[in-house]
């Protein structure tokens, strides 16, 4: 039997792969650039999956090469780009999977945030806004300062800007009227304190905690994402708080079964959200899942492909490492010829690991966001602090070595 994911994260296919054999299945990669795991599949047998050439873009396309098939039992959709075409797919060809309804809702930033304060899973309103600085009024009548705007439909951390003054918001109005937006533009009240994401596995509207990640952001304006730590050390009131929240959450939007990656703000008051992805957390949330807990956690995704209950959710809790790891980005824009400092990693402790996103000749146009990561940096340790610290010694000593744009292949 076959079962087939609709584009993946840039890590984790290997699991996957595993994961699907385990189960007695064979594993087909749609996607319209495998370039994209060129790490992955470096390190894989050149049989181990059918990577299959489509335009992912196109639902009708991707019905075409699915069909060709027969022995098809179920479709894995782990992306937020993807997800509401792989929902309607999967019931166009009466495959399990969850309802397109609840997954166009959980794509949809802004509807999540309303429907949310209207039950009192929130405290943060969200407002329409029609990008350009005409719009700063509104926002500071209605949402006041300092506030977050926000794509309804971004992911990686674009097109999210942060104000904290008029003069701000006016500058973030008016580059979000040039951005390619994939949604529409709405603000919110911005609020105070360190970012966290808890990954969870539900099965019939009931949630299990795996644990908490810790979000190192860079200095505003631009906090994009530099560092991730798991597990996260919460006493254990706090743990059960958070694993409460999130399952009342994910149960308001309809989150039935699967993976989801909350980030939420732990304020003074109590975590509130940042956002919902019905998926397993991207860079290299998977992988430590898998060190901490000891086993293959993608295993619960082909379980939740093929609607049947995740065995995950009765594993024991995890003893196995703890991970840190840290993007790596350039200083500036321009062609990615190569790193320097690769092959003295393993001098630092924490058995550090390095995992590329980016290959020499690319390049980077972006470095205000995840787009500009050029690869990532993955270390153990005892607890997540100790992990953290020994990743980020690790990648303090690789530098991506660039040429200014217009040089280079």
């Keep these: 039997m076959t079962i087939a994911a609709l584009e993946a994260l840039t890590f984790g296919l290997g699991h996957l792969v595993r994961a699907a054999a385990h189960a007695g299945h064979r594993l087909c990669l749609l996607t319209q650039d495998r370039a994209v795991y060129r790490h992955e599949l470096a390190r894989l047998d050149p049989g181990a999956l059918d990577v299959v050439a489509a335009d992912t873009g196109d639902p009708a396309a991707c019905a075409a090469a699915l069909g060709r098939y027969p022995d098809l039992a ?12 792989g929902a309607d797919l999967a ?10 309804a609840a997954v166009r809702l959980i794509r949809d930033k802004r509807r999540v945030r309303a429907l949310l304060f209207e039950r ?4 943060l309103r969200a407002l329409p806004v029609d990008p350009g600085p005409g719009s700063a009024a509104e926002v500071i009548g209605s949402i006041g300062l300092p506030a977050v705007l926000k794509d309804s439909a971004g992911t990686s951390s674009r097109s999210v800007w942060l104000a904290r003054d008029e003069d701000a918001l006016r500058a973030a109005l008016t580059a979000a ?13 911005l609020v105070a304190g360190p970012l966290y994401s808890a990954e969870t596995l539900s099965w019939a509207r009931r949630t299990r905690l795996l644990g908490v990640h810790s979000r190192q952001l860079s200095p505003e304006p631009a906090v994009r994402e530099e560092a991730a730590a798991f597990p996260v050390a919460l006493p254990d009131a706090e743990s059960a708080r958070v694993e409460e929240w999130t399952g009342a959450l994910l149960a308001a939007v309809g989150h039935e079964s699967g993976f989801a990656h909350v980030e939420f703000i732990l304020t003074a008051d ?7 992805n019905r998926r397993i957390g991207g860079a290299l949330v998977g992988e430590a899942l898998c060190r901490r807990l000891g086993v293959n956690v993608y295993e619960a995704e082909i379980d939740t492909a093929l609607g049947r209950r995740p065995a995950l959710l009765d594993a024991p809790p995890g003893t196995g490492p703890a991970s840190g790891f840290v993007l790596v980005y350039p200083d500036g824009p321009g062609t990615l010829t190569g790193w ?10 924490g058995a550090p690991e390095w995992y590329p996103t980016l290959a020499p000749g690319d390049r980077v146009a972006h470095v205000g966001d995840q787009r500009g990561c050029t ?10 602090e100790l ?7 690790a990648a303090g000593s690789v530098r991506p070595v660039m040429e200014p744009n217009g040089q280079g292949s």
């Design 270 to 276: 109590g975590p509130e959200l940042v956002e919902i």
């Design 120 to 123: 009192g899973l929130s405290q």
């Design 387 to 393: 992990a953290l610290h020994r990743a980020l010694s």
């Design 74 to 85: 179920g479709l894995i959709n782990c992306t937020d780009t993807f997800s509401v075409p």
């Design 375 to 384: 690869g990532i940096v993955l270390a153990e340790g005892a607890t997540a």
């Design 340 to 349: 320097r400092g690769l092959d003295d990693l393993s001098a630092f402790p």
């Design 91 to 100: 019931a166009e060809l009466g495959l399990p999977g969850p309802d397109p």
């Design 177 to 189: 009227a040039s951005a390619p937006l994939k949604g529409g533009l709405f603000a919110e009240p």
